[in-house]
């Protein structure tokens, strides 16, 4: 069946450092979002990307949807302690159906 | 606005019993979602309602699940009876079926099931 993955599980940082996650689908998608859920919390939406090689970008966050629109990937800037939770892709197939990647936990050492 | 709201925001069961999970979605919003996190693994898809039709129920794991919206509003969903491997996290999200953040998927805060 349709799967959508991301790599890696976990990710330790220290604070100030780089951090990506990569997301990737099975199938091409008609568009991609990205959620994040704080420990304890829910998953918060953070953006939608459409277009095929779109990249868009929020303060310190960087997003991008590749030219296949099969994968994805998000990229923080000099991590701060707040950016810690996990980060979920979820990508729209052709059939309308939304799929979730299993997610990648951020931990960031002060 | 309000946002999606979930009852109960924990439940502790005896295999066996019957729980009821309620969801409230944002006012206005025809699409309806369940989803599953179980031990903090991935966010699984249950079954998705589009006012009070059920649009696509491939991810319920099996019948002691049912979900219900009656009238378009709120929903439930039932387990009946529980099982040990029923527990974590069942979430329910709501979104717009038109405009620009027609895809965008609010979520409520979760109720947290717990099958002794």
């Known amino acids: 069946g349709q799967q959508v993955m991301q790599i890696p599980q976990y990710q330790h940082v220290q604070e100030g450092e780089d951090f990506t996650t990569y997301c990737n689908s099975s199938?091409?998608?008609?568009?991609i979002q990205w959620y994040k859920q704080r420990p304890g919390g829910h998953p918060v939406f953070l953006i939608q990307?459409?277009?095929?090689?779109e990249v868009k970008k929020q303060k310190r966050l960087t997003f991008q949807f590749g030219e296949a629109k099969k994968n994805s990937s998000l990229h923080i800037t000099a991590t701060q302690t707040t950016d810690v939770g996990t980060y979920f892709c979820?990508?729209?197939?052709?059939?309308?159906?939304?799929?979730f990647g299993p997610g990648t936990s951020l931990s960031v050492i002060p | 606005e309000a946002g999606v709201t979930q009852f109960p925001s924990h439940s502790v069961i005896e295999k066996g019993q019957t729980v009821t999970l309620r969801c409230d979605p944002i006012?206005?919003?025809?699409?309806l979602y369940w989803y599953r996190r179980v031990m903090g693994k991935e966010i699984k898809f249950l079954l998705h309602?589009?006012?009070?039709?059920?649009?696509?129920e491939s991810g319920m794991p099996n019948n002691r699940f049912l979900a219900e919206r009656t009238g378009g509003t709120y929903s439930t969903l039932k387990v009946q009876p529980a099982e040990l491997e029923d527990s974590g996290v069942y979430f329910c999200?709501?979104?717009?079926?038109?405009?620009?953040?027609?895809?965008?998927?609010?979520f409520g805060a979760g109720t947290r099931l717990s099958v002794l």
């Open positions: 999200a709501s979104s717009r079926t038109g405009g620009e953040a027609k895809n965008i998927q609010y």
């Open positions: 199938t091409t998608l008609s568009n």
């Open positions: 990307l459409v277009k095929s090689g």
């Open positions: 979820a990508g729209k197939t052709s059939y309308d159906k939304v799929i």
């Open positions: 006012s206005g919003h025809d699409n």
């Open positions: 309602f589009v006012k009070e039709s059920k649009q696509d």
